[in-house]
């Protein structure tokens, strides 16, 4: 049976609460390698949302997680990759090898970090969690988390910048498999602006509801900001609007049991009724009526 939570709200884990930091306490990047141990933390049992970045880099684990509403059954030499929004669960503890690799959206923030935050990887514009890697691919990202390691474990006048330097070559590289694994091309001006919209999106959905406020933050009109998103996507831009509340909404009716008032005044809507009506017009039924046929769906 697929867990069910206990308590009212999703908590949200640091990587020092798991264990991810290497034993230095709260950190904006860590990487810690693991050979065959058996992480276990009863917390990951339940759905959670993690403060940070989160990409684990799969030698050899067997088992099966959730990212949101969708479960992984985890392969070899595969990377899974995971943004602070996303809510996530294991189904049970099992044995390890690989990498664990952390960095918080304050790493990101930072002004030598530009070119990260535009990365493909980063922003994830196709909602992708599992990168598949070639042998190739796999003794390359191996030997760039082994400098990161060792670059990590020698704290210094250096040791950021080697860190930086190195996490944007494997970063990169993963982006290019990234897009030759979900788009197969290189992005246009406007598939840019695309995702920028998008990040933007996940960064105030529930403040914003409307176009023109992210067309003002993006210092462009919303006439034009409309037209490219329908070019690129297909979708009205205040489909994508709509789409990212009831993905939210979603995660609230099946992750946890707020009521329905709750999360509608938790995604910005100023009243329950408003929230029941927009719901039932995106997914065709009631907040209630979803919250009831998923539950029974993964029981």
Do not use: C
């Not at 498999?177 to 992005?187: C, M, R, S, V």
């Not at 979708?235 to 049991?257: C, D, G, M, Q, S």
């Amino acid at each position: 049976m697929y867990p069910f939570p206990g308590k009212p709200l999703i908590p949200v884990y640091t990587s020092e609460h798991h264990g991810l930091t290497g034993g230095k306490g709260s950190q904006p990047f860590s990487i810690v390698q693991s050979e065959g141990a058996l992480v276990y933390e009863e917390d990951l049992l339940i759905p959670h949302r993690k403060s940070y970045y989160l990409l684990v880099f799969v030698r050899q684990n067997q088992g099966r997680h959730w990212v949101d509403m969708t479960s992984y059954a985890r392969k070899n030499r595969t990377l899974y990759f995971t943004a602070p929004h996303q809510v996530l669960v294991k189904e049970a503890p099992t044995p390890f090898w690989g990498t664990y690799l952390t960095f918080t959206p304050e790493f990101l923030a930072l002004q030598q970090h530009a070119a990260l935050r535009e990365l493909p990887l980063i922003l994830n514009p196709h909602h992708g969690h599992e990168l598949r890697l070639s042998e190739a691919d796999w003794a390359f990202a191996e030997d760039m988390l082994a400098k990161l390691a060792a670059e990590y474990q020698r704290p210094g006048e250096w040791q950021h910048r080697m860190l930086t330097a190195y996490l944007t070559v494997l970063l990169t590289y993963l982006s290019r498999l990234y897009t030759e694994q979900f788009t197969g091309a290189e992005p246009s001006a406007d598939q840019l602006l695309l995702r920028t919209f998008r990040a933007r999106i996940e960064e105030s959905f529930r403040e914003q509801h409307a176009v023109g406020a992210y067309a003002a933050q993006l210092h462009i009109s919303a006439g034009h900001l409309s037209e490219v998103v329908k070019a690129q996507s297909g979708r009205p831009a205040i489909k994508h609007i709509h789409e990212r509340l009831v993905l939210e909404a979603r995660r609230l009716l099946f992750y946890t049991p707020l009521s329905l008032k709750e999360i509608a005044f938790d995604l910005g809507f100023s009243d329950a009724s408003y929230f029941n009506r927009f719901f039932k017009r995106e997914v065709g039924t009631t907040p209630a009526e979803y919250r009831s046929s998923i539950r029974k769906m993964y029981q």
